[in-house]
């Protein structure tokens, strides 16, 4: 029998920007219970809600501080009871997100962690003594090279005891040690409390990081780069098939396992990784949410080095992970979630063609092989929001990127311009329900701008809108204009097959990830995507016909970096 999943619609809930019911700014669990009609309506099969445990907030929620009670910002277990109830009356269900590859370092495990090397819980996170000398590029001793995924290196002093601790995301988000089986099992009680009260699976936040090789080798470090690309050493790491293995039997094992969901979000996955993952036979995951197709415009320098898309690469990546999981596994399949920018501005035009190009991105997004995921606004064709000045940003990946970027020489506009197309930010202004005060999101002006449009891009507009493929109102810019062009003749030359050298996909003989080094020469593959891509050295220019009309194109590459374009 064909798992529920197979065939439902899975909608991702980001609760601070989702609806606010009392009226503090930022969103909660009475506001969602507000809106389960809207849910309803859409035909969604489940949800799936972003970290609503206590939390510094740090990483909005991504840094826990307790993983059995309600943040009080979004509600109470009560509230939470109710919107349980309240899905399954509806014949909704609802996936947590589970984020143990880290704790918050104000999660009681981490401050008795933290109180000393004789403490019984030190041996939780990863503890390192400082080595000999000065890290390059750093002040510190750090024990390896390894840069965060927020900027900087990944170990953080402890004054007190002169030990580092080792925090792939920011210092406020200690890495938990898997090897310890305490640990496993702390989490893997946890795991059973959310299911004995009633939910129905997990999204789990990062969870192919989760074994690291216990050594801590270093990384290889980029030409142009003072830290060193860990990585290959922490993700997919020796011993992640045989915890997932072991997490499945302990939590999921005598439950009605097909009847709950589980996803892991795997930066960085292969197609042969994901077949091992979600092969129904060896017990690990339903799903993976893969990087591959949302890795395509990083740069070598990089998730803000954002170039062009290739849309040639896109359709080929796509066309690899549906063959890839035909015959065994599943695919997840998604545009957007709370760490993407808006797939209209990324993929298509959202300015004279933004509603054309949702429903077109919705077509290619539900026809394919897979559970579909949609994130809040998608539905409604949300566009970027308009980030002004660092002023607007919220999220802390692209305040650490701001700050260090602008320190280390870069011109503060051009790094703003790169988190305007890149940044998380883009995705978490809140919901726009209707035409009124703060897009009907809630009485208090919110913890993060309102998207401008809001007045003609709501869920009221929508549903009063009795022709939704009509074209959108409001432009774009020039700028924007003049990439939407640059990216369509981009393809256009690719499809002449003038610029392409073939992309491949970087894995090494043990199907482990690898490094970009293991691309091949004048190629990069970013951090979270395996595909690697081509930089070539020639300059180029060729015919791009289109129906609409007929341009001549130049393109100008300067050692291996795209150069103006004038059409
Ligand atoms: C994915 C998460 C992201 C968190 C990170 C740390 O990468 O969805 O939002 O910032 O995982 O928990």
Redesign the pocket.
């Known amino acids: 029998i064909d798992p529920w999943w197979h065939s439902a619609v899975i909608y991702q809930i980001y609760p601070r920007s989702f609806a606010d019911a009392n009226g503090d700014g930022i969103g909660d669990l009475r506001g969602i219970l507000q809106h389960l009609d809207h849910l309803e309506d859409l035909g969604v099969d489940a949800i799936w809600l972003s970290p609503i445990y206590p939390s510094p907030g740090d990483?909005n929620g991504?840094?826990i501080s307790d993983y059995e009670a309600i943040d009080p910002v979004l509600g109470t277990l009560e509230d939470f009871d109710d919107l349980v109830a309240a899905l399954h009356a509806r014949g909704m269900r609802l996936v947590m997100d589970l984020?143990v590859?880290?704790t918050s370092d104000e999660h009681p495990w981490f401050v008795e962690s933290a109180s000393g090397p004789d403490s019984p819980k030190r041996d939780w996170y990863w503890w390192r003594p400082a080595r000999p000398g000065t890290l390059a590029g750093t002040s510190g001793a750090e024990p390896t090279n390894w840069e965060s995924?927020f900027s900087g290196p990944v170990w953080q002093l402890d004054p007190a005891s002169g030990e580092y601790y080792l925090h792939l995301?920011s210092a406020k988000?200690p890495d938990l040690n898997w090897e310890n089986p305490d640990v496993r099992q702390a989490v893997y009680r946890m795991m059973r409390w959310w299911l004995d009260r009633g939910i129905d699976g997990f999204r789990m936040?990062?969870i192919n990081l989760i074994s690291k090789d216990p050594s801590l080798p270093d990384g290889a470090v980029p030409p142009d780069g003072t830290l060193g690309d860990g990585f290959p050493h922490y993700a997919a790491g020796p011993r992640i098939h045989e915890f997932l293995q072991e997490m499945h039997r302990e939590v999921f094992a005598g439950r009605d396992a097909a009847d709950l969901l589980t996803v892991g979000?795997m930066?960085g996955a292969t197609v042969e990784q994901a077949r091992l993952f979600t092969d129904p036979e060896r017990r690990e995951l339903d799903m993976v949410f893969q990087f591959d197709h949302v890795g395509l415009d990083h740069g070598p320098g990089g998730k803000f080095d954002v170039q062009p898309l290739d849309l040639v690469e896109l359709k080929a990546s796509f066309d690899r992970w549906q063959r890839g999981l035909a015959d065994v596994g599943w695919n997840s399949l998604y545009w957007n979630?709370?760490?993407q920018p808006r797939a209209v501005s990324r993929f298509g035009d959202d300015g004279a063609f933004r509603v054309a190009s949702a429903t077109a991105l919705a077509a290619v997004l539900h026809l394919q092989r897979g559970t579909p995921y949609v994130y809040q606004g998608e539905e409604l064709g949300m566009t970027n929001a308009r980030l002004r000045t660092s002023d607007d940003l919220r999220d802390i990946?692209s305040l650490r990127h701001y700050e260090l970027a602008v320190a280390s020489g870069q011109d503060s506009e051009r790094v703003m311009d790169s988190i305007r197309r890149i940044g998380?930010d883009n995705a978490r202004t809140p919901m726009p329900w209707s035409d009124e005060e703060n897009g009907g999101f809630g009485s208090h002006h919110p913890w993060i701008d309102i998207h401008p449009d809001f007045a003609e891009v709501n869920a009221r507009q929508q549903r009063q809108d009795p022709r939704p493929s009509s074209p959108s109102t409001g432009g774009s810019s020039g700028s924007d204009t003049r990439n939407a062009w640059s990216q369509r003749a981009d393809s256009s030359c690719s499809r002449l097959g003038i610029r392409r050298c073939s992309p491949t996909v970087a894995t090494s003989t043990t199907g482990v990830l690898s490094s970009s080094r293991t691309c091949p020469a004048r190629s990069w593959r970013s951090r979270e995507s395996p595909t690697c891509r081509c930089q070539c050295r020639r300059r180029l220019s060729c015919s791009a016909t289109s129906a609409a009309r007929r341009t001549r194109v130049s393109m100008h590459y300067r050692r291996g970096r795209r150069g103006s374009f004038s059409g």
Do not use: I, K, L
């Open positions: 990483d991504y840094d984020v590859n880290h995924f995301f988000q936040d990062v979000e930066p979630n709370h760490d990946e998380r």
